[in-house]
């Protein structure tokens, strides 16, 4: 870039002239009292709820407790140098992120700010981060799928666009890989993803970050990063400030994905923030809107009707239970919010299977209607088998002596756990999922050894790209199942060419 | 401006009763001194927050102190001794000046300017900025601050008119740097 001098003095000059030399009004307070990315403020009359201050020393807050006698300011900024006694000024402004399609490809923070280093974001519009959610008349059921390209979720609890689908589940569960390949199976799909973290580790974001980029989904996210590093008040926000983005998206007719890691982290956040400013703590000491706090945000994830543009926000919140106890606070809040959860189990991700998802315990009240045709019909049993498997499983570990159908079960059940296995950042087409999930409910597999499963997958399907794609083509075309006979003969014709491994 | 809820309450039962006794003037300009003698002396307060000088000592060190002012001013200083909210006087004596001022329809205005203002220049500001704010005139103090390099910043409580030099080159150059 080339600057020229007399063209900034140009440009200098016109501002000059045209400043308006009028007085500026502005409405003042005090600052009585400072600390923990707190203050208070005496006078500042007339101050709303939510609206940006400014200290003297330019740090941006944001008025939160309107008392009698004084307002409680969250600091968005360093406070080290706010004194008491400083000024602070109005500046009649509710806080706004940068929005827009320049956004994508960077991380930014919770004020929008880049923070990954390639320069500034030339963004040319804002919206306010607290924003009404789209009203009943504005809003469409879910209907398009969203494919996350995991075998387990897609056929077990199949997510549309539009929702809100809980993951759960303890810490290192695998969680946020459930997210970051979520995100990489949207590549040419058009859609826009958004990943909030929330309270990570700069090193885990980082590693996300470059999960992204190796994959070329950066092309096509938008991270918004507050670490552990952040003071609370940006942790609080940063969830507000990625669906904001994403509005602006949805608005203009485009489909969105928001994950938001974590939303458990958010919420101590506000709790923090909360008894800074002395609002009286609840159960586990969060304060009385910490259900609002989750729920004005999810709400604003929605599938616009026709009339609207017909764009669509899907959430995906995280949260992290200890120990499994799904009955918390936060825990049962929010997933009386979604439209389902996908539990993630520490057992289950230790003995192996992974992604660690509980069939049983995960549900998806809304995603059934926005599956494909195809994967409807291999998937329905689905879940009917795992039920009947893990049920047996505990009982048929004493006898050995078992009839043929429950023998026939068992062995159905254990290749179905094989098959809903998957590996990290390998997201699986909807086609091919519904081509193997066929096999495997049609009792195609049950002739192959439990441990042959995987390799005979990866196997089939590469095989299927180069000798059968017209029933792939048929699948992604018509989103219903070729013909019986067709789907039969291609399966054998792979099954002749297998070496079982025994 | 907002004070204390408990300062609020004794100058809201003094006003009412020196509107009783149709002394407004006298009790403000009494307070006004009281308020001073308050500030210039910081041993006084510190003495009347002392636990270990008896309420009675307290009381007779007040009255003999403040021997001139009126009854109302002076038991409203003894009854805040009793109850124990010797800190709060400032705050009664601001309290009780804006409810006046209120009632008068006149504001507080803290002038900054680089040089001392003349008498008409202070009706001037007065007359202009009291419309503004829908008042009948302004009490203005005058403040002498080089900083400001020209023109006039006004306070009326919490609320600042900024056109000063300093001010406009301030934002002039935020304009410039973003």
Known sequence: MSIKAEEISALIKKQIENYQSEMKVSDVGTVIQIGDGIARAHGLDNVMAGELVEFSNGVMGMAQNLEENNVGIIILGPFKDIREGDEVRRTGRIMEVPVGQELVGRVVNSLGQPVDGLGPIATTRTRPIEGGAPGVMDRKSVHEPLQTGIKAIDALVPIGRGQRELIIGDRQTGKTSVAIDSILNQKDQDMICIYVAIGQKESTVRNAVETLRKHGALDYTIVVTASAASPAPMLFLAPYAGITMGEEFMHSGKHVLVVYDDLSKQASAYRELSLLLRRPPGREAFPGDVFYLHSRLLERAAKLSDAKGGGSITALPFVETQAGDISAYIPTNVISITDGQIFLQSDLFFSGVRPAINAGLSVSRVGGSAQIKAMKKVSGTLRLDLAAYRELEAFAQFGSDLDKATQAKLNRGARTVEVLKQDLNKPLNVEKQVMIFYSLTKGHLDDIPVTDIRRFEGEFLSWLDHNHTELLDHIRTTKGLPEDDAMKAAINEFKKTFVKSE | ?178
């Open chain 2, 1 to 178: 401006m907002s004070y204390s809820t408990v300062a609020k309450r004794y100058a809201l039962a003094l006003f009412s009763i020196a509107k009783e006794q149709n002394q407004l003037e006298a009790i403000e300009q009494e307070l006004r001194t009281v308020k001073s003698v308050f500030i210039q002396n910081k041993e006084l307060s510190i003495l009347l927050e002392n636990p270990k000088f008896s309420t009675d000592k307290k009381k007779d060190m007040l009255k003999e102190a403040f021997s001139s002012v009126s009854v109302p001013v002076l038991n409203t200083l003894l009854l805040m001794t009793d109850r124990h909210r010797e800190d709060q006087v400032v705050g009664v004596v601001d309290a009780f000046i804006e409810l006046s001022n209120e009632a008068r329809g006149i504001a507080e205005a803290k002038v900054y300017s680089v040089r001392a203002l003349t008498e008409d220049e202070k009706t001037a500001i007065s007359a202009s900025f009291a419309k503004r704010i829908g008042k009948q005139s302004l009490r203005i103090e005058n403040v002498i601050d080089e900083n400001i390099l020209g023109g006039l910043k006004v306070r009326i409580g919490n609320r600042i008119y900024d056109g000063t030099l300093a001010g406009k080159l301030d934002r002039l150059e935020r304009e410039l740097v973003r």
